[in-house]
């Protein structure tokens, strides 16, 4: 190859590197590169794309600081205002409601007001991201079992109720006292299915949870539902031995 094909060569690599380096959503905030948007320093950085920044780059932006976790505490007014903006898709302020959901105590308070917001999306993230509370979790449980035992038209338009669900499930054995009202709901048609998923995330063979399953299985005429209502039975007791 001749000096002027390899100078040539070079010349398109280096630009080609340098476009795609300008071409990443991150580079206009001051961001050099991966490595760097997954760490502590760029959470200044990736404020500004929460605050400033469109639909996209706060989305992208709230993904880091999910990475980044607990380190992310000064973000968290940034996050609240992502999470609450009317522009944006649920879709898109869903990783700001997991990040606030990991940041703990800076958090908490942010949550439980939203959880009664007159706007149905932030009542449905905040539920949401309460899956992720681990500060104070034992208020967070009790704050969702609340949710999942509403009556709150608007919880139900919404899904709120219906993510508290799976919100409380991401607890785990933490959980465990949300057995009752679980119990309870399996006796509501529609709240049967998101009830048996919940009670399997929890993870714990209670008796009353083991007897309620074979209970609904044994009195369901459909074969179909019978079917994943034992599925669920077996799931559970395979935790056997790690009741409370």
């Known amino acids: 190859m001749s000096i002027k094909r390899l100078l040539s060569a070079c010349f398109i690599f280096l630009f080609l590197s340098f476009f795609v380096a300008c071409g990443q959503w991150y580079s206009k905030y001051g961001i050099k590169d991966d ?5 502590f320093r760029a959470v200044p ?20 600081l ?19 903006r009317p522009d944006c898709s649920l ?15 800076p958090a908490f308070n942010i949550l439980l007001k939203a959880m009664n917001s007159k706007d149905g999306k932030i009542r449905f993230l ?15 449980i009790v704050l969702l079992n609340r949710k999942i035992d509403s ?11 219906l993510q508290a669900f799976e ?19 399996l006796s509501q048609e529609h709240w049967q299915v998101p ?8 993870g714990v063979p209670s008796r009353m949870a083991l007897d309620a399953l074979k209970a609904l299985a044994d009195k369901s005429h459909d074969a179909e539902f019978k079917a994943q209502v034992m599925s669920r039975y077996k799931a559970l007791l395979s935790n056997a031995g790690k009741a409370p």
């Open 151 to 161: 009556d709150d038209p608007l919880d139900q338009k919404s899904g709120a109720r």
């Open 45 to 64: 950085k990736l404020m500004k794309a929460l605050d400033r920044g469109t639909c996209y780059d706060g989305m992208r932006a709230a993904d880091a």
């Open 195 to 202: 009830s048996m998923d919940c009670l399997v995330a929890i």
């Open 35 to 39: 490595k760097e948007l997954n760490s």
């Open 167 to 185: 919100s409380l499930g991401k607890h785990g054995e933490a959980a465990y006292k949300s057995i009752p009202l679980l119990v309870k709901l």
């Open 91 to 105: 879709r898109q302020r869903t990783p700001a409601a997991i990040a606030l959901g990991q940041l703990g105590k």
């Open 126 to 140: 905040s539920v949401l991201a309460l899956g992720y509370m681990k500060y104070r979790q034992a208020d967070a």
């Open 66 to 84: 999910v990475v980044v976790g607990e380190q992310a505490r000064s973000a968290f007014f940034s996050l609240e205002h992502f999470m609450k």
